[in-house]
């Protein structure tokens, strides 16, 4: 993040003192933003979306969407894995939290149960596919092989 967001207001623009917007009359907090993503498994294949957005455009990837504010970590999941495959899943396991410092991003993973079975892509998604395990393509973001490895270690 760039040192202006930090001393200028969020809502307002006004220069900041003390993370204090004098025109708000409220402290700015600078949050995290909560990510989710989801491990749809069955047998011994994975589902991969293919990013239609940035970032990481055309990389594959868990699906995985931000957290509306007001809106449950779970709901968020189901809700974006709909949007992204079309399928309709059951929250299974929390599998952990991952996150790199000075990246405003938490992503919180879960493992899901199918209650649909029939995928297809959807908005922010350019394709989806079943990936075996073994033979899983490059994945888009830094923490998705130790999310895989975490996975692995408490599947059921
Ligand atoms: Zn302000």
Redesign the pocket.
Known sequence: MSTQIKNF??????K?INQF????K?T?FEDPKLAVASIIAKNNQILLIKRGVEPQIGKWAFPSGYVNRYETPEDALLREVKEETELDVQINKLIGIYSTKGNPVILAVYSVHLISHEAAAGSDATDVHWFELNQLPKLAFEHDNQILKNWLEVRS
Do not use: A, F, R, V
Request: proline share 0%; charged share 0%.
């Open positions: 207001c969020q809502n307002c623009g006004n900041l917007c004098s025109h708000c409220q700015i």
